[in-house]
């Protein structure tokens, strides 16, 4: 059963940058496409982006397109986030299904990591 855990959230002032870390365990991440994703106060969860091997690092939330990177590095996926914004506060979670492209759905989910971007 892979379990994954998010690490690397935290409170960062308007403008600057985090790197979150999702690890998994009971499996390797390498078999997995591993998502992002966040929940903002009262609003709806939604995807920022996707790594897989067959469409690499990608990210769907147009809002943080030009800020945000995915990669995956050593079994570990990241999201680095720069430039942050005051509306990029949320709930950063990761997610992972086993196939070797982007899916539509997850099968596992970590517990979250909090990004409060605050002056």
């Known amino acids: 059963q892979l379990k994954l855990v998010e690490s690397g959230g935290g409170k960062v002032q308007p403008g600057g940058s985090l790197r979150l870390s999702c690890a998994g365990s009971g499996a390797s991440l390498d078999n997995y496409a591993v998502g992002w994703f966040r929940q903002a106060p009262g609003k709806e969860r939604e995807e920022v982006g996707c790594?897989?091997?067959?469409?690499?690092g990608v990210i769907s939330e147009d809002s943080v397109k030009d800020r945000f990177i995915i990669s995956e590095t050593n079994h570990r996926v990241y999201l680095q986030m720069n430039r942050l914004k005051f509306e990029d506060t949320a709930v950063y979670y990761c997610?992972?299904?086993?196939?070797?492209?982007?899916?539509?759905?997850?099968?596992?989910w970590g517990q979250g990591t909090q990004v409060t971007v605050s002056s």
């Open positions: 790594v897989s091997t067959s469409d690499g």
């Open positions: 997610a992972a299904a086993p196939y070797k492209y982007c899916p539509d759905e997850y099968d596992y």
